[in-house]
């Protein structure tokens, strides 16, 4: 198989051949680009393996490339290098073979061959090869046979599946991954070892086991993937909070839904509907909490009172142990997880305005963000009773943004502002300016009062009245 035509499209590959000629060193494409090429996914990441210095050649095409405008970075300490041209990034490092001691995934390097590298690659459609060279430009070079795995659709590593996860750890979660966004099987002997080799994943850090992680979730159907790690064991170590929603109690034959197979399926639904990782990642968690607050009513059934606000106290914890930002995405995820049933209420009973008032407020500019998760959140084997509840949500949507347009209450901030309590009564910051602003910020809410001045000043002299306060200032 040869791919000098797709090359020639690229002026790229044309310096770097050109570069490493007169450099005297062989180079190749390798890895995911020359997987996706094969698989016609776009791809502007290329990796560039020569035998040699990666970091010369990368220099030298730097150079050659003629443009100033052509970005170098030098990583001397992995003997590893990038340029960024218009929107490609080409990364460039010497052939190289690896050992791994037993207790460590900071492998012992030493310069090698091509087929010194494509032995250490993870799997077999990873391991890839084209050649950049004069006498052979264009041909694969597929030693595992990467291409017949990709036609069958199949996740397989390329040495013996026990020493490629032996020796880094962290590829069996990107077995998952790549299963997971391509929609391939895992070859049933690689599963085999990511069951028996799961402890092994404790060695890596955190940071890296969530970044394959956000891979998963960012798949079109990121419930396959999680099957997969829990399938294997992996699931329960690197995210045992999940695998506590599993199960299906019984008391006086009544029982509740598994909460993990609803969970997956909130979220597939909402990958039909966002891209948005936190989104993602609020349907992940926006029934976290369910075990802790599970209790059994000989009346009602199986109940999760609370649910929605301890799920939101669990938000921080979580993010934090995986070494997820703690800034505006986790608190976008606690909103959405706090607030994810208002809307569902909403579209079971009388909406009042006041109701929708509260929601706006609220949600803010995660009102979008909420909805799409409370649709997702609508799954039963009732086909009748999802599309009833779908009806209701239009109606429920279609009023709030009747009261948004009319009251303008998304994110809003009362007009009647603390310190302007304390100048009218000559107050320092004091219980009772709380007290007051509270009552302005309700009484906007149920709809008492319009977020003006003129109708907010009369409304604050009678609440200071009822606390005994004098205005100095009208």
Not at 81 to 92: C, G, K, L, P, Q
Not at 96 to 109: A, G, M, N, T
Not at 208 to 223: A, D, G, Y
Request: charged share 30%; net charge neutral.
């Amino acid at each position: 198989m040869n791919f000098t035509e797709t090359l020639n499209n690229n002026p790229i590959f044309q310096l770097v051949a050109a570069s490493a000629q007169q450099l005297n060193v062989r180079a190749y494409v390798v890895g995911g680009f020359v997987r996706d090429l094969i698989l016609k996914r776009p791809s502007k990441d290329i990796d560039i393996v020569c035998v040699g210095s990666g970091i010369e050649l990368a220099e030298l095409v730097a150079k050659n490339s003629g443009r100033e405008d052509t970005y170098l970075s030098v990583f001397k300490n992995f003997g590893t290098a990038m340029i960024r041209i218009d929107d490609w990034e080409v990364e460039f490092v010497g052939a190289r073979k690896e050992s791994y001691r037993s207790d460590s995934r900071k492998p012992i390097v030493e310069d090698g061959t091509l087929e010194d590298d494509q032995n250490r690659r993870d799997f077999t459609i990873n391991a890839m090869a084209i050649s950049l060279n004069m006498s052979d430009f264009g041909e694969l070079i597929d030693p595992f046979d990467g291409i017949a795995d990709l036609r069958r659709k199949i996740v397989k590593t390329p040495l013996e599946p026990g020493i490629t996860f032996s020796d880094d750890p962290l590829r069996m979660m990107r077995a998952v991954r790549f299963a997971s966004q391509l929609s391939f099987d895992i070859h049933p002997d690689t599963f085999d070892a990511l069951m028996s080799m799961k402890d092994r994943i404790s060695i890596i850090s955190k940071e890296r086991i969530t970044e394959e992680l956000n891979k998963i979730i960012l798949s079109n159907v990121p419930s396959y993937g999680f099957k997969l790690l829990d399938s294997c064991g992996l699931l329960q170590l690197i995210f045992p909070e999940f695998c506590q929603l599993k199960g299906v109690e019984t008391e006086e034959g009544k029982g509740h839904k598994d909460n993990f197979y609803h969970t997956l399926q909130v979220l597939d639904n909402v990958a039909k509907k966002s891209d948005d990782l936190w989104t993602r990642w609020a349907a992940i968690l926006h029934d976290i909490a369910k075990p802790a607050t599970k209790r059994f009513d000989k009346k009602k059934g199986w109940t999760f009172h609370g649910h929605e606000e301890m799920g939101a106290k669990m938000v921080k914890p979580i993010f934090t142990n995986m070494r997820l930002p703690l800034n505006e995405k986790m608190r976008y995820v606690k909103s959405l997880v706090r607030l994810h049933l208002r809307p569902i209420a909403l579209s079971k009973e009388a909406i009042t305005d006041s109701a929708l008032r509260r929601l706006l407020f609220e949600a803010g500019e995660n009102l979008e963000g909420l909805m799409i998760l409370c649709r997702a959140d609508i799954t039963s084997k009732n086909g009748e009773k999802v599309k009833r509840y779908l009806r209701n949500f239009d109606i429920v949507e279609t009023k709030l943004k009747e009261v948004e347009e009319k009251d303008k209450l998304r994110n809003f901030q009362p007009v009647i502002t603390g310190e302007l309590i304390m100048e009218t009564f000559g107050l320092t910051p004091s219980k009772e300016v709380g007290i007051i602003k509270i009552a302005v910020r309700e009484a906007i809410l149920e709809g008492q009062i319009e977020n003006t001045m003129e109708s907010g000043m009369p409304f604050i002299l009678e609440e200071g009245r009822k606390l005994g306060l004098t205005p100095v200032n009208i």
